[in-house]
């Protein structure tokens, strides 16, 4: 395939993915060897959207991931209109749980919803809505950018989404609200059912 080719390959790699992707990711998925080269066409990418001034921008992330996304200044305005991920009752949980903790350790959350959190947090960071970074002999969590996009917040503020979760977690969750607090420490060998 030759640059105009590549280019168009990457761009709706980047478009429908929905999340972040690495050189190594796109690398693979698209067959293009040259991680170098593979750069360079996403840097192209990028300077033709903002050059035509676009809503769309295309951006480095957690160091070699990129992202085609909604401008911040066009994302609240269109914010309603973007479709809400379908997850089911027992990652909401988990999800709500990473917004009100954040940063928090992934062994806290498993040990506060089981092990089939494990899978929850695995389809909440496919998804884009959580990052999980290497933190110790365990990954810290915390959400992303797209998360705050998607529940109206207008920055991927931990103090700002903790403060309007601990509401969610105290009204919904007061079962884990007790693992938190201690007071549920006899049941913790029960996992929650979800």
């Not at 170098?36 to 295309?58: C, Q």
């Not at 103090?159 to 977690?169: G, H, N, Q, R």
Request: charged share 30%; net charge negative; glycine share 6%.
């Amino acid at each position: 395939m030759g640059l105009l080719e590549d280019k168009a390959l990457v761009e709706a790699a980047l478009f429908v993915a929905g999340r972040p992707l690495s050189l190594k990711e796109l690398s693979k998925a698209l067959g293009i060897k040259s991680l170098e080269y593979l750069e360079k066409l996403i840097e192209l990418i990028a300077a033709e959207y903002a050059e035509r001034k676009s809503a769309i921008e295309v951006v480095r992330v957690l160091e070699d991931k990129y992202v085609m996304q909604v401008k911040q200044e066009y994302s609240q305005r269109v914010i309603h209109l973007m479709p809400k991920p379908d997850l089911r009752t027992g990652e909401l949980k988990t999800l709500a749980l990473i917004a009100y903790l954040q940063p928090v350790e992934q062994s806290k959350i498993i040990k506060l919803r089981g092990s089939q959190a494990y899978e929850h947090i695995k389809r909440l960071v496919e998804m884009g809505l959580v990052y999980a970074e290497p933190y110790e002999r365990t990954k810290l969590l915390g959400t992303t950018k797209k998360f705050a996009e998607l529940y109206g917040f207008p920055e991927n503020d931990p103090v700002l989404i903790k403060e309007a979760f601990k509401k969610v977690v105290n009204a919904e969750y007061s079962d884990l609200m007790a693992k938190l607090e201690g007071k549920g420490e006899e049941k913790e060998e029960e996992a929650p059912s979800d």
